[in-house]
């Protein structure tokens, strides 16, 4: 039976929805706002302020969306008890998630996260108003939007909405559920951590509305040493990730931005919880507006010699927030459709004019790409489809010395994988008799 491969834009336009709205993330975050505080370390008892009345009304609002859906959503509170310099304490750190369990493929799993604590300058004040409009009611708003679209979609893979807590006082939120993931066996294919995705002001005077950047690890955290050197340290899972998201956002102009792909896993000195996830192995990105005020940033709420501080909805550009999580859903609904990545890629070749590539056969895939480019680059330049049937294939005249080559594998209408990097044979340790 012969196998048609529809291009990306084909491939969203089948499965359309309802686009982002503006209104429906202003009217989450002006909900988020309203709790006065979000503070990991405040009150939980509160009906209507600190971080126990928010994080209710978020486990709420999921059960909502999956009433709407016909129960596709699992609701869960995950928590476990953190102590550190910024909880000497203690505290329960809870994390509310909506599992939409895949159709085909339920071990295979899609995070996209964001964190619902905020603060103030003092990181351990808990009483004061910490609004946290953008940092992080934007990401958390963003999650919540994808789950009320999404979940009214089907999937082979699972998508996991996620909304965390404990990030200020010490990426617990992130560490909690990286954790529950390796305890569940989870087969994460892509974390998209959405931390500060509402701002288009930079406290530089600019103003930026078609550009998101976007974080990603090169030599993985949790990577084997022996798999460095091979010209492998800008395509770690992380870093193809990233190009998968930048390929989404190119193939789909209508969405309105441009993916700054940052070479580094965060901000300089600077972190958030897809860190953790990193740290477990599992390829993450962090999606950051591309120009921070940092007068909204951490700021007790106040004016000084007429300059104004404090993270309050006022500065949230809710038609950019939308275009974000439209970029979001546009790459979930990609990884969640498509199979998952080849395990391994081998390539070999050396003193020769060829190159010869094999990877690992994925059983649902209906095809491979077979991608390549130049040394010197960054992007994927070049591609070839094969079917099922094909684990190996041979490029004549493409020098292994001057290029770089990855395997991803496709659905029957076109989704594509995150690309796996090639790499050498592991060679057997010296002396031995293999």
């Keep these: 039976m012969k196998t048609t491969l529809l291009p990306l834009g084909a491939l969203l336009l089948i499965g359309a929805a309802p686009a982002p709205s503006p209104d429906a993330l202003k009217t989450t ?27 209710n009304w978020v486990a709420d609002v999921f059960a909502k969306n999956a009433a709407a859906c016909g129960g596709c959503l699992t609701i869960e509170r995950i928590g476990d008890t953190f102590t550190g310099a910024r909880a000497p304490g203690g505290v329960r750190v809870e994390d509310v998630i909506a599992v939409q369990r895949g159709t085909t493929d339920p071990d295979r799993v899609i995070i996209v996260q964001g964190h619902i604590d905020s603060r103030v300058n003092d990181v351990m ?13 934007s990401g958390t708003a963003l999650v919540m939007e994808a789950a009320r679209i999404l979940s009214k979609e089907k999937f082979p893979a699972t998508i996991v909405y996620a909304v965390l807590t404990g990030e200020e006082q010490g990426l617990w939120g992130g560490q909690l559920l990286a954790r529950t993931a390796k305890a569940r066996g989870w087969k994460v294919a892509a974390v998209l951590n959405n931390d500060i995705v509402g701002n288009t002001h930079g406290i530089g005077g600019e103003h930026i509305t078609d550009v998101v950047r976007v974080f990603s690890e090169g030599i993985q955290i949790a990577g084997n040493p022996a798999e460095r050197g091979n010209g492998g340290e800008d395509d770690s899972p992380s870093r ?36 953790p996830f990193l740290e477990a192995g599992y390829p993450a ?11 909204r940033q951490h700021q007790s709420l106040r004016t000084d010699n007429g300059r104004v501080y404090g993270d309050t909805i006022d500065w949230v550009d809710f038609p950019y927030l939308a275009r974000v999580t439209a970029l979001n859903m546009a790459v979930i609904r990609e990884l969640a459709a498509a199979p998952g990545a080849p395990a391994t890629v081998t390539i070999s070749g050396a003193v020769s004019d ?13 095809g491979y790409r077979i991608r390549w480019r130049r040394a010197d680059t960054f992007g994927w330049s070049d591609k070839k489809d094969v079917p099922a049937s094909a684990t190996a294939i041979d490029l004549p005249h493409i020098n292994i010395d001057d290029h770089f080559f990855g395997v991803s594998a496709l659905s029957a209408k076109g989704a594509e994988s995150i690309v796996t990097f090639g790499g050498m044979p592991v060679r057997p340790p010296i002396g031995s008799s293999k």
């Design 125 to 137: 004040d808990a009483a004061s108003d910490a609004p946290g409009a953008n940092d992080d009611a």
């Design 354 to 366: 060829d190159t010869h590539i094999k990877w690992d056969a994925v059983p649902s895939a209906t």
């Design 29 to 55: 975050i002006t909900a988020l706002v309203g709790f006065g505080t979000r503070h990991t370390l405040s009150t939980t008892t509160d009906p209507k302020r600190g971080i126990g009345a928010a994080r």
């Design 240 to 275: 193809a990730l990233a190009k998968a998201v930048a390929r989404v956002a190119g193939a789909e102009p209508g969405i309105g931005l441009k993916v700054f792909a940052v070479r580094r896993p965060d901000r300089f000195q600077r972190g958030g919880d897809h860190i």
């Design 285 to 295: 990105v962090r999606f950051t507006e591309p120009a921070e005020h940092y007068d």
